[in-house]
């Protein structure tokens, strides 16, 4: 890992003074290290502790193992190094973004020397980055960086002001007369606006990508699809409350969204137009997305099923005869029709019985089957493989 | 704590599957509740801990506690209510935001019930917040909503592109004609662009403040102090290192402010004059408002220093005869110099003397003094004072 050099520094002597008189101190030890080899080590201080094990999904999974509630992941022992510090060094890994955390005791813990944490949903997990490969693209590299603004949207039909996350990329600001195309991008059912952003790294992505060439500059739009809620977790007037999963794939999210898109052709620099509108989700964002682009059926040109959960719902309200808005959809056209699935997904199924329906309808898409199961390593692989095909 | 009536959800059933496979499911118990008395209760489930304690800025310090390298503040034990939880209830609580954090056989742990957490320099805590009092100004109500971009920069000086963080007012976007003063917040030696955002909850109190029509809308600019750096720590190019403290207050931020004042007033519809200026900071961040309004000595009208670290650095460079221009900044006006201090606080006294300076000097300024050290409680109600005196 680069370290500055830490010179001319008139202060340095009191530097701890000034920080904030926090709550927890810095302890002097270095966790989540990503060596040259890739191998990754932790460390955990725990004196006292009988049995320190680290969770993550790295981490083979060999049985069902309730601690703490952990899913989708193995435990493995941590050893004693000296009298107080546990240490665990990884084999190598592969180059992707990974969630861990420290199982003490059986208690569940995050790691105190490596303050990087994402919520998701309801629970909170430290991650890292092992580069040299994919997840290069999910790194902030030195390259011109795009603008991300949290920014907040009138609904009439919802009657509230409704959290909205937009990347502009970062020529925009370059180029005060140019518009530009937009991807709407949607989370799914434990989400919100915030988780494209956060587990999906969205901007590293498309700044990077953008950068390379890959991919043509573009906004990208995350909406909450929680239509009850007003933004994520602890950033509405609900307050700081334990999250829960509140009314969803009802139609109302697919019948409000127009107002997202006047929102954003009316505030932004778009070409406003089939042609330079993208949609693409993950889970219930892909169920989304399919609803909403045949629904709109001359709107989307580009349209994304990330691990869709189609097939789950009833078929009435706006989800009765789909097949009709869709025949339409066909017949319009659509310059791209993706859809990704991992082999090891609950919902794949569902997603072949969804192809099987398009290849009797006749709608041409490309289909990228990964492997793994429900899980952000695909929804980012998925971005990354899908943003270069958009606009061109 | 309000909830959205869960009705209509067709799609009840699978939504635990919907979530991604993620590693931690959430326990069926809610902690940090906030309940109508203003005590707060907290649960911690760890069927096997001999001991769980809580740590909490709202508890008494009784002694200096080494466990975990915690600070400012004490421990207060929880009972076993059950085989497995542990319960804590507080006394009624002042109107605040407070940060807290479990101890458990001594090891320190954050909660993973309540999954709202800031980082402050290299370690995480929880957060709740205690209303119907001050702290209502730190919540997001049911209010219209600035926009918050982090938006890049390109510094010449530094080579390289660096992070801000720029709240625009709710109403920005509806009068696109309109100009708007700004605010230049800056922050601790211990923070970064990140910190008045999370701790300092800058939205929420310019938002509450300005739908009262008790500030006005204004912009409000947060860049990094640490000019070695990109970004706050995970948003650089340096990746996801363990936090630590760079070369500081040598002058160099000083020196490179007018870039930022440059890319605000080329980017935003600022009021571009002295009186339509304002800069502010806690501790390190009160430094440097102190030095750039000299320096520039001419350029604004309103000045803020929380808890300001002055009288730390040595006399050369920038630093050197800082009175002359100072006295130049007096005889060209200031419309508001605020000090805000601490009687508890480790720079009380280099705050007194800075303000016998400022008399002997003949600057007059309002002095606030608070109790408490040097803390976010502070910077928060210093914010919430100062930001109605402005532009006004």
Not at 25 to 36: F, R, T, W
Not at 115 to 142: E, M
Not at 331 to 354: H, I, Q
Request: hydrophobic share 40%; net charge negative.
């Amino acid at each position: 890992m680069k370290k500055i050099l830490i010179v001319g520094a008139l202060l340095a002597c009191v530097v701890p003074a000034c920080a904030q008189q926090n709550l927890w101190k810095s302890q002097d030890i270095e966790s989540a290290v990503v060596n040259l080899d890739h191998t990754v080590t932790f460390r955990f201080q725990a004196p006292n502790a009988q049995k320190v094990q680290i969770a993550g999904d790295f981490a083979e999974i060999k049985e069902d193992n309730p601690v703490g509630g952990l899913v989708g992941t193995g435990l493995i022992d941590m050893k004693k190094e000296n009298d107080s510090i546990w240490v665990y060094t990884s084999a190598p890994l592969k180059s992707e973004l990974y969630s861990y955390m420290f199982v003490v005791d059986g208690t569940v813990t995050v790691d105190p020397n490596h303050p990087y944490i994402f919520r998701d949903f309801g629970t909170v997990s430290n991650y890292f980055i092992v580069g040299d490969g994919l997840a290069d693209l999910f790194r902030v590299q030195q390259v011109p960086h795009g603008t991300l603004q949290s920014i907040w949207y009138t609904s009439e039909r919802f009657k509230m002001n409704r959290r909205l996350n937009v990347y502009t990329p970062a020529e925009y600001e370059k180029n005060p007369n140019k518009k530009y195309p937009v991807l709407y991008l949607l989370h799914g059912a434990g989400g919100d606006e915030d988780e494209w952003v956060n587990y999906g790294r969205t901007c590293q992505i498309i700044d990077n990508l953008t950068a390379k060439g890959l991919c043509e500059p573009m906004i990208v739009v995350m909406p909450n699809g929680h239509v009850s809620f007003e933004a994520a977790p602890g950033e509405s007037s609900l307050g700081l409350y334990k999250p829960f999963h509140p009314a969803m794939m009802n139609g109302e999210f697919e019948q409000g969204f127009p107002e997202i898109i006047n929102f954003v052709e009316s505030n932004y620099r778009v070409q406003a137009d089939k042609a330079h509108r993208a949609i693409a989700g993950l889970s219930m964002g892909g169920f989304h997305s399919f609803h909403i682009s045949r629904l709109y059926e001359n709107t989307f040109d580009y349209v994304g099923l990330f691990s869709a959960a189609v097939g789950l719902t009833r078929q009435e309200g706006i989800y009765k005869n789909a097949e009709e808005t869709l025949k339409k959809q066909i017949a319009n056209g659509v310059k791209l029709y993706w859809v990704g699935c991992g082999t090891e997904d609950f919902l794949y199924k569902n997603n072949a019985d969804m192809r099987a329906m398009f290849d009797r309808l006749g709608l041409k898409y490309i289909y990228r089957e990964s492997g793994d199961g429900h899980v952000w390593k695909n929804w980012r692989l998925y971005l990354a493989e899908f943003a270069p095909l958009l606009f061109k």
